[in-house]
């Protein structure tokens, strides 16, 4: 008796993993969702997804969704495009988005930009409803020298045709701040812009900025124009200041040369002065030596004195020296 009721024991719980395994393996609540949606599909497909690892709600629920809205999806399809890492859900939701919206978007077009990265649910959404990007402040000089400090708003369109493959939103703000920068650096004056800022907006929508990209621009209206600095005072207040360092440089070394050039002259007249002091000194060895050979008198030396002394008072009045002149021998 006592064996009877392990064995039963055994029957239970082995009944009872049973069940857990088959209900695991069959979901049968969302067969019967699928059979009442109208989508035809077997137990045995269901039982092969979980071999295959794939959730069966995860495709299963799309397609009754895709189904009601009258929109014809294959299972395997969606199973591929789960298995390829997709999102069967969003795309679904971006085909049903874009039937109501009549927007030619197919299964093969949105499960491609689905794995390019993109959310192409979002893709339909702004493609139907356009979407608002706002550019940050962009920074540029007019010809007078005054900086200008923009803000735009950027309409953009999706375009779906030109989602795989085209550039984002990043793309959209670098070119449209390049040609706000191109429209103001063209203008001559700073009070041009921001009396008619529209030239801005025409001048950069004309120019097709959304070439190669995932979006098509439809308005770019500028938002915000604040005047920075005089850029221009300052580049000049700079060069001056370069200006003048270069003079000063200049004329530094114009003072250097001229004391090298003094100092030069002081030690030639140094120079000079030396030799006439040793010219002086060999006088009285010539005088007498015209003494001994009779070349000189005493009436020339005579005469010598009274010219030097002479000269030396006409010296004396010359530089207004008070000192007596030396007494004639």
């Known amino acids: 008796m006592q064996q009877l009721d392990i064995f039963s024991l055994f029957v239970l719980i082995g009944g009872l993993l049973l069940i857990s395994v088959v209900a695991w393996a069959v979901p049968v609540r969302l067969w019967?969702?699928?059979?009442?949606?109208?989508v035809r599909i077997g137990i045995s497909y269901l039982i092969g997804m979980r071999l295959r690892k794939v959730t069966p709600a995860a495709v299963v629920r799309p397609l009754i969704w895709a189904t009601k809205a009258g929109i014809p999806l294959n299972i395997n399809d969606l199973e591929a495009h789960y298995l390829a890492g997709g999102?069967?859900?969003?795309?679904?939701?971006?085909?049903?988005?874009?039937?109501k919206a009549s927007i030619d978007l197919g299964f093969q077009q949105a499960a491609a930009i689905d794995l390019a990265g993109r959310d192409v649910f979002e893709a339909?959404?702004?493609?139907?409803?356009?979407?608002?990007i706002n550019t940050p402040k962009v920074a540029a000089m007019a010809i007078d020298?005054?900086?200008l400090i923009a803000q735009a708003r950027v309409t953009v369109r999706a375009n779906i045709n030109r989602l795989v493959g085209g550039a984002g939103e990043d793309t959209i703000l670098a070119r449209v701040g390049e040609g706000i920068v191109s429209s103001i650096g063209s203008a001559v004056t700073h009070q041009a812009v921001l009396e008619n800022p529209d030239a801005i907006s025409k001048s950069v929508l004309a120019k097709?900025?959304?070439?190669?990209?995932a979006f098509e621009i439809l308005s770019i209206d500028i938002a915000d124009v604040d005047v920075g600095k005089n850029i221009g005072?300052?580049?000049?207040?700079?060069?001056?200041?370069?200006?003048?360092?270069?003079?000063q440089a200049r004329a530094e070394e114009r003072?250097?040369?001229?004391?090298a050039q003094e100092?030069?002259?002081k030690a030639k007249v140094e120079e000079m002065k030396a030799d006439l002091v040793k010219a002086e000194a060999e006088v009285p060895a010539a005088l007498a030596e015209a003494f001994r050979q009779g070349h000189m008198g005493v009436m020339d030396y005579v005469r010598y004195n009274n010219v030097q002394s002479d000269t030396e008072m006409r010296k004396s009045i010359a530089t207004g020296d008070e000192e007596d002149t030396e007494p004639l021998a």
Not at 208 to 213: H, N, P, R, Y
């Open 32 to 38: 019967v969702e699928a059979i009442s949606a109208g």
């Open 87 to 99: 999102d069967v859900m969003r795309v679904v939701r971006a085909l049903i988005s874009a039937d």
């Open 124 to 132: 339909v959404q702004v493609s139907v409803n356009p979407k608002v």
């Open 145 to 147: 020298g005054i900086q």
């Open 208 to 213: 097709g900025l959304d070439s190669g990209t």
């Open 233 to 247: 005072a300052d580049l000049q207040a700079h060069q001056a200041d370069a200006d003048k360092q270069v003079a």
């Open 255 to 259: 003072r250097a040369m001229a004391v």
């Open 263 to 265: 100092q030069e002259m």
